[in-house]
């Protein structure tokens, strides 16, 4: 058995909601409400999006911005022109969304996100304070409390192959029967400009993932994800 407080150790854990999440920051943690596995809230976000959606605007849409009526808007937000916001969707209070921001379905924005510049968002759920704002994709995917994803951030949600996407978890293999399952990043996560995060990629709280880094499956919480690269300068001929 690893020993207690090594990264192995620490990955023994890494299945449960409260282990990436403090519930605490969100208006809609029922979400969670007798989930086993962290990443079966997702198959009931749809459903849970829809029946808790009050659609209405409190507010501020700016001319040239597009809200259908299935989304609710909370006060103190602002939806930049060029923005595109299709339901169900859930924003919640004092949220940026920024100019060319789309969010395509199924979201929940917790209160004070931001959603930027050619960000996309798809069956997604950001908790409170969480920061996506610049030329990001997060698709079937859990953000947790002032996560941060750096610029060009992509989330990839679906295998090539298109079967079911497998968690290992401690040498343990978990069948999570999505064939759609970007990523778990818990709270205060780092992730670095122009990370790829492949599917089914579980990140543990306070994290901080390097530049560029692509990253497969499960990382513990507290750590630093580095990538070193060797740069070679010449003279030029």
Request: glycine letters at 12%.
């Given at each position: 058995?690893?020993?207690?407080?090594?990264?192995?150790?620490?990955?023994?854990?890494?299945?449960?909601?409260?282990?990436?999440?403090?519930?605490?920051?969100?208006?809609?943690?029922?979400?969670?409400?007798?989930v086993?596995?962290v990443?079966?809230?997702?198959?009931?976000?749809?459903?849970?999006?829809?029946?808790?959606?009050?659609p209405?605007?409190?507010?501020?849409?700016?001319?040239?911005?597009?809200?259908?009526?299935?989304?609710?808007?909370?006060?103190?937000?602002?939806?930049?022109?060029?923005?595109?916001?299709?339901?169900?969707?859930?924003?919640?209070?004092?949220?940026?969304?920024?100019?060319g921001a789309?969010?395509?379905?199924?979201?929940?924005?917790?209160?004070?996100?931001?959603?930027?510049?050619?960000?996309?968002?798809?069956?997604?759920?950001?908790?409170?304070?969480?920061?996506?704002?610049?030329?990001?994709?997060?698709?079937?995917?859990?953000?947790?409390?002032k996560?941060?994803?750096?610029?060009?951030?992509?989330?990839?949600?679906?295998?090539?192959?298109?079967?079911?996407?497998?968690?290992?978890?401690?040498?343990?293999?978990?069948?999570?029967?999505?064939?759609?399952?970007?990523?778990?990043i818990?709270?205060?996560?780092?992730?670095?400009?122009?990370?790829?995060?492949?599917p089914?990629?579980?990140?543990?709280?306070n994290?901080?993932?390097?530049?560029?880094?692509?990253?497969?499956?499960?990382?513990?919480?507290?750590?630093?994800?580095?990538?070193?690269?060797?740069?070679?300068?010449?003279?030029?001929?």
């Amino acid at each position: 058995m690893p020993e207690e407080g090594s990264v192995e150790a620490k990955e023994l854990t890494m299945l449960k909601p409260e282990d990436y999440f403090d519930l605490s920051k969100t208006k809609f943690a029922d979400i969670f409400d007798g989930v086993e596995y962290v990443w079966d809230a997702l198959k009931r976000l749809p459903e849970y999006v829809q029946s808790h959606l009050k659609p209405g605007v409190e507010g501020k849409v700016m001319p040239g911005a597009y809200v259908q009526d299935s989304v609710s808007i909370g006060k103190g937000t602002v939806v930049e022109p060029g923005a595109v916001l299709k339901g169900p969707a859930i924003i919640g209070e004092n949220c940026e969304i920024r100019k060319g921001a789309y969010v395509r379905g199924n979201v929940i924005v917790g209160d004070g996100a931001v959603v930027g510049n050619s960000c996309e968002l798809k069956v997604a759920f950001l908790f409170d304070g969480a920061n996506v704002p610049h030329f990001a994709y997060v698709g079937d995917s859990i953000l947790g409390w002032k996560t941060h994803l750096g610029a060009g951030v992509k989330i990839s949600n679906v295998k090539l192959i298109r079967e079911p996407i497998v968690v290992t978890v401690n040498g343990v293999k978990y069948n999570t029967e999505l064939i759609k399952f970007g990523a778990i990043i818990g709270d205060r996560c780092d992730i670095g400009c122009n990370s790829v995060l492949n599917p089914g990629t579980m990140i543990g709280p306070n994290t901080v993932m390097y530049t560029n880094v692509m990253w497969r499956g499960v990382c513990p919480p507290n750590c630093v994800v580095k990538l070193r690269q060797t740069i070679e300068v010449v003279p030029r001929r």
